[in-house]
């Protein structure tokens, strides 16, 4: 889940590399989120919810991912959009069980956030996938 297009690409890349397999959202989560995001969002895989998802929606469409059968877990990447709604979304699907890892650049309420979830960071988002995938074999 990102909302910049860009390093969701690289992490995208990343996973394909390592061999995790990017499902799309299922249709009753891909409808759930279209109802939530702007009409450009990206719902494949990335999933990008765009800087311009009003900050009251991110909830929603976190509790949609991580309620989807086919989605194991979450990387999550925020480039400069310190909104503490996305961090505190992301932590709350954290801390009840969804696996995740994040690359946060620039954006420290969006971080402490996660911090405080328990949720690993990483410098780039090709190691927060690489991370992601580390723990998946545990």
């Known amino acids: 889940m990102t909302v910049s ?4 690409v690289l992490a995208a890349d990343a996973a394909e590399r ?3 397999e990017l499902v799309a959202p299922s249709a009753t989560t891909a409808t759930g989120l279209r109802a ?4 450009f969002a990206a719902l494949g895989n990335p999933i990008d919810l765009t800087p311009q998802c009003r900050p009251d929606h991110f909830a929603e469409a976190f509790k949609l991912l991580a309620a ?3 989605i194991d877990g979450m990387v999550v990447i925020d480039c400069g959009l310190d909104i503490s709604e996305l961090g505190d979304a992301a932590a709350a699907v954290a ?15 969006v971080a402490g956030a996660l911090d405080r979830a328990g949720v690993a960071r990483f410098e ?13 074999k545990r």
């Open 5 to 8: 297009g860009g390093p969701g």
């Open 18 to 20: 390592l061999g995790l």
């Open 36 to 39: 939530l995001v702007p009409s």
């Open 68 to 70: 989807d059968p086919g």
């Open 95 to 109: 801390v009840a069980g969804t696996p995740m890892t994040a690359f946060v650049l620039d954006a420290p309420s």
């Open 124 to 136: 780039s988002p090709e190691r927060a996938v690489v991370g992601y995938a580390a723990g998946r």
